[in-house]
Nanobody, 122 residues
Framework: VQLQASGGGLGQAGGSLRLSCVASGGTFSTYRMGWFRQAPGKEREFVAAINWSGVTTNYADSVKGRFTISRDNAKNTVYLQMNSLNPDDTAVYYC????????????????WGQGTLVTVSS
């Protein structure tokens, strides 16, 4: 499956951005989808994940209550709504797909998009 992320850009502290990730070449509704991010000089970290039906979601503590992951299986798209942004959210954001139930580690995801840069100014 191929993943194409978009929606990154410059945001202000306290503001919002929405990322999208469109999948092609596979049966999107069978994949668990995730968002990860990597800040300069840091390791890639888990942000959020959603199961195939959209019923079950998981979040990193650092984004819980501020970010919301959702999906539209009819559009082969997963979203990340990011609210109350702060400069620590600055990173390249990657979407990823896996068939592993409950995966939240990067090593558990098989397919990756190219990343989209989010920069949050204070």
């Amino acid at each position: 499956v191929q993943l194409q992320a978009s929606g990154g850009g410059l945001g202000q502290a306290g503001g919002s951005l929405r990322l999208s990730c469109v999948a092609s070449g596979g049966t999107f509704s069978t994949y668990r989808m995730g968002w990860f991010r990597q800040a300069p000089g840091k390791e890639r970290e888990f942000v959020a994940a959603i199961n195939w039906s959209g019923v079950t979601t998981n979040y990193a503590d650092s984004v819980k209550g501020r970010f919301t992951i959702s999906r539209d299986n009819a559009k082969n798209t997963v979203y990340l709504q990011m609210n109350s942004l702060n400069p620590d959210d600055t990173a390249v954001y990657y979407c990823a797909a896996t068939t592993w139930y409950g995966a939240t580690r990067a090593s558990g995801f098989d397919y990756w998009g190219q990343g989209t840069l989010v920069t949050v100014s204070s």
